[in-house]
């Protein structure tokens, strides 16, 4: 942590004068890593190999954008190009550099090819690294130096700009029979329709039932399981019960932002003229709230994140894979329909939006559910003057065009 004011200027002055040959940049996005990077590269007149290890092959072109952008042209013709999963080729080759990209990605089937790995520098870029994957860091590089700027620092010192966050309470309908769900799916009797206060009736006799609910009552059901899940493992210590409770976390908060499409719809039509990127939960739900859809499984998603970047559309729905390592240009808002409990994942999300000069971000949620812990967690790291809420479209509308 540095306790004196910061610009990216004096991050790379302050990283020039590390004594260690192995550095670890822990920076927000946005603060231009991949740039230090090269500087650093530059700056050590790297005459020899250079490798850079990155999540995925489609964050490669970025980097080759990267050294034409700021004139490091010449270095290309020295560089080779691996992902974490296949970092292990290069076990016991030898390099003048290697930068690692988004440096929580070293896994350890990774390590066991970086260990052997001999390189003159070392480069570890990131924005957000556990304190036990640092430790394991230090011991593949026992002299690793950590270099951390939090973001709000950087929003404090002006590197990145404060943004506006705009609230939407949402609540769960509990009058409406909406939802269902098997109860005893492993039983194998035709299913029978039962109300949702008759389910403990049969869940003893082990009949396969479908429980027909509200929103409120589903998510009850969730929770239910969760807690459950939570209280076996804390009981027994048994791994099993921590992925059950781990995956029933995770089915709670995808529900809750599965059922905001019709919210996310209306918001998007609201700010048709701005530039907006929609943070999504699943594959399906990017292609149900935008026709740029950005996922795994679409052959475009290269050229419509190139087609943002250029203007020539404004609005993409994402899952995960913009999360980190994407760069994208002039994105001002954020509409986060999926929340995340983990705070990597927070981190990075933010980060895609805090290259605006003025960024908003949307958050639609649930009161009294989850999300709404998640939430309050998350409104530390932003400026309270600029947290406001949202009762209508309308309200919605002004407070973005008064950012």
């Known amino acids: 942590m540095n306790s004196h004011k910061l610009s990216r200027e004096s991050i790379f002055e302050d990283i020039k004068s590390v004594q260690s040959n192995h550095i670890l940049c822990e920076l927000p996005t946005g603060t231009g890593k991949s740039k230090i990077a090269l500087d650093f590269l530059h700056f050590k007149n790297i005459q020899g190999k250079i490798l850079i290890v990155v999540p995925r092959l489609v964050l490669i072109n970025n980097w080759i954008d990267e050294f034409k952008k700021w004139g490091y042209d010449s270095y290309l013709n020295n560089v080779e190009f691996t992902t974490y999963i296949s970092v292990v080729k290069f076990a016991n080759k030898h390099f003048d550099i290697v930068i690692f990209d988004e440096a929580h990605h070293l896994t350890e089937r990774a390590i066991s090819g970086v260990e052997t790995i001999i ?36 929003i404090e010192d002006n590197i990145l700009p404060d943004p506006k966050v705009v609230l939407i309470q949402l609540k769960l309908n509990n009058t409406d029979i909406t939802e269902s769900y098997v109860l005893n799916p492993k039983s194998s009797n035709l299913p029978i329709p039962i109300s949702y206060n008759d389910r403990f009736k049969y869940l003893k006799s082990k009949t396969r039932c479908i429980v027909k609910c509200t929103q409120q009552q589903y998510y009850d059901m969730l929770s239910y399981e969760v807690d459950k899940c939570k209280s076996l493992y804390h009981r027994t210590g048994n791994k099993g019960f921590y992925f059950m409770w781990q995956k029933a976390a995770g089915d709670r908060l995808k529900y809750l932002s599965s059922i905001k499409n019709e919210t996310a719809l209306r918001i998007l039509r609201g700010l048709d003229n701005y530039r907006t990127l929609t943070f999504c939960n699943s594959i399906e739900q990017t292609k149900q ?25 404004n609005h993409i729905t994402a899952c995960n894979m913009v999360n980190e390592g994407v760069n994208l240009v002039d994105c001002q808002v954020g509409i986060f329909v999926a929340i995340n409990s983990s705070d990597i994942m927070i981190k990075q999300k933010n980060g895609r939006i805090l290259r605006h000069q003025k960024p908003i971000i949307i958050i639609p949620y649930y009161t009294g559910t989850r999300e709404e812990e998640i939430v309050d967690k998350m409104l530390l790291n932003y400026n309270p003057s600029l947290v406001v809420k949202a009762k209508t479209l309308r309200e919605l509308k002004n407070e973005v065009s008064n950012r």
């Open 119 to 154: 390189s003159t520098y070392t480069i570890l870029l990131s924005a957000t690294v556990t304190k036990e994957h640092k430790i394991t860091l230090k011991s593949i590089w026992p002299d690793l130096y950590v270099y951390t700027v939090r973001m709000r620092q950087a």
């Open 289 to 313: 709230l935008g026709k740029y859809c950005i996922n795994s499984a679409n052959d475009k998603s290269i050229e419509y994140l190139d087609k943002f970047n250029r203007h020539k559309i």
